[in-house]
């Protein structure tokens, strides 16, 4: 009797786990499609056939006349200070991206070009980090001409000219913003387990490469719009967030993760034998606040590197 008796306890305490797993399961997939977001899935590859104002990853970008190539003053890993110029990363053109921009968050028309500093390649947790990326919107792609590059751009920092093909799919949170959203996901015992299997359903597969504009950042070292939000105030976040005030990381992780919007994200590039990695196979994160987004001011992008 005692034996049936465990064995019936057993049956109803699995019961119960799979009755509460599943409760789970649905409140996790809930959560998960209030934050639903357009993401704009970038292919680059393949050879760019010269086009004014045309989307492309590298070459020479289109420019107004009497454009100021972007230049950035830091110091190298041999301790050279110096101002040098930004490498080209790539530019769209608005009128092609709005097909895809579902929540029309992007300027439906002009060019959005975007620019970074390879040679110190800074991370962005630093408020004199600021310059080291820059992305200009220009309204009239017919008054653009291709630019020449600057005569100090080393060699290896001019790209090849590539194709980008472009798709709409749908953007979920990964486990680092989603538990700075929902933090008492970390006591659920869940470690993303069900998260992650939740999310593919949803469409969201979370691939080991991914470049992409909008949607929720693909994060390799942690959540970034909480880290936006405090280096722009001024805090220096290379040795961690202790000597911050308490009261500002609250604010910042309570505020940032709907103020901050990954505008584009860039992984690694291979065409051919060109490659361009960032760090450890790392990628570079253009984060922008959507009040900043919807007013174009997109001097006051943040750029954020994280790697392996």
Request: hydrophobic fraction near 35%.
């Amino acid at each position: 009797m005692e034996a049936q008796n465990r064995a019936v306890f057993a049956i109803i305490r699995a019961a119960r786990q799979n009755s509460a797993r599943e409760a789970y399961i649905v409140e996790l997939r809930e959560k998960l499609e209030k934050l639903r977001r357009n993401g704009i899935t970038l292919d680059i590859s393949g050879s760019a056939e010269y086009k004014r104002g045309g989307t492309r990853f590298g070459g020479r970008p289109d420019v107004p006349r009497g454009f100021e190539w972007p230049k950035f003053r830091a110091q190298d890993t041999d301790g050279s200070v110096k101002k040098r110029p930004l490498s080209f990363i790539a530019q769209f053109d608005c009128a092609e991206l709005a097909k895809y921009d579902e929540e029309r968050l992007l300027p439906d028309h002009g060019v959005l070009s975007f620019f970074y500093e390879m040679d110190t390649m800074r991370w962005g947790y630093d408020p004199k980090d600021k310059g080291c990326a820059r992305v200009y919107w220009f309204e009239d792609p017919a008054a653009l001409e291709e630019a020449e590059f600057p005569d100090d751009l080393e060699e290896d920092y001019r790209f090849p000219a590539l194709a980008v093909k472009m798709r709409t799919e749908p953007s979920f949170p990964g486990w680092d913003d989603f538990t700075e959203i929902y933090p008492e996901e970390m006591e659920s015992g869940d470690e993303g387990d069900e998260f992650f299997t939740v999310r593919a359903e949803l469409g969201d597969d979370d691939p080991d490469e991914r470049s992409k504009l909008l949607g929720w950042a693909d994060a390799i070292q942690g959540s970034m719009p909480a880290e936006c939000e405090l280096v722009t105030r001024g805090y220096y976040l290379g040795g961690g967030w202790d000597e911050i005030p308490k009261n500002e990381v609250e604010e910042a992780e309570k505020e940032a993760p709907d103020k901050w919007l990954p505008l584009f994200q860039l992984d690694t590039v291979e065409d051919g034998d060109f490659e361009l990695m960032f760090g450890d196979c790392g990628r570079l994160y253009f984060y922008i606040t959507r009040d900043d987004l919807a007013a174009l001011r997109f001097e006051n992008v943040w750029l954020i590197l994280q790697c392996y």
